[in-house]
Nanobody, 118 residues
Framework: VQLVESGGAEVQAGGSLTLSCTTS????????LSWVRQTPGYASDWVSS????????AYADPVKGRFTISRDSAKNTVYLQMNSLKPEDTALYSC??????????WGRGQGTQVTVSE
């Protein structure tokens, strides 16, 4: 499944961004989707997931309390609202589709770059 992310940008520390992930191939509300992030030379880190019920969510400790994952079924889109951004949040953010958190077994997008400056 091809997923398409958008919304990445360069922001100053303390700022906010909202990333979007959509696809024309599946109905996102039927699946468990995740956001992961990757910096050059490092493996992807899981960031957040949303269950098919649309209510159950999970977050990695570094982003807990600052990031919020959500879903708009009418737009077939999953969002990642990122607040209080830190330079260490700088990464390529991708959404993934798979049976467990962070898994891209069924699909992954090309990613959207988030850069947080001091």
């Amino acid at each position: 499944v091809q997923l398409v992310e958008s919304g990445g940008a360069e922001v100053q520390a303390g700022g906010s961004l909202t990333l979007s992930c959509t696809t024309s191939e599946i109905t996102v509300k039927s699946y468990y989707l995740s956001w992961v992030r990757q910096t050059p030379g490092y493996a992807s880190d899981w960031v957040s997931s949303i269950y098919s019920d649309g209510q159950t969510t999970a977050y990695a400790d570094p982003v807990k309390g600052r990031f919020t994952i959500s879903r708009d079924s009418a737009k077939n889109t999953v969002y990642l609202q990122m607040n209080s951004l830190k330079p260490e949040d700088t990464a390529l953010y991708s959404c993934t589709l798979g049976p467990i958190r962070g898994s891209s077994l069924w699909g992954r997008g090309q990613g959207t770059q988030v850069t947080v400056s001091e």
